[in-house]
Structure formats: structure tokens, C-alpha cells
């Protein structure tokens, strides 16, 4: 599904995944919804939880 993605993705390549916008991105991040670890100024998240949420929304 998401097989050209590396195991830890940022942002940009989260809305890339799924046709969304950053500020749903991070929306979805300050909810909880989506799990990131703040590394810096960047946020970090799992392709692993990406696709988790895919499937439960």
C-alpha cells in the first residue's frame, strides 16, 4: 500500500499518504489520533500507525 514510504515518515510524506493537508496532520496529531514522537522541529511518525489509522477511520 504505502511501499515506496520508509518505516518513519514526517508530515509531508503523511500527506502524501493520505491526500490530506498539514493542518489536518497536525490536527490529527494534537488530537491523538495519529501517534508522532517531536524530534527537533519535526515530527515523526510510524508508517506502521499511519496505516493503522487508515484502517479504524
Request: no cysteine.
Given at each position: 500500500?504505502?511501499?515506496t514510504f520508509t518505516d518513519i515518515v514526517n508530515v509531508n510524506e503523511v500527506c502524501k499518504m493520505l491526500?490530506?493537508?498539514k493542518n489536518t496532520v497536525y490536527a490529527l496529531i494534537q488530537s491523538g489520533e495519529l501517534p508522532a514522537?517531536?524530534?527537533g522541529?519535526?515530527?515523526?511518525?510510524r508508517k506502521a500507525d499511519v496505516i493503522l489509522f487508515c484502517s479504524t477511520s
Open positions: 500500500m504505502f511501499d491526500h490530506i493537508s514522537k517531536r524530534i522541529r519535526i515530527y515523526r511518525i
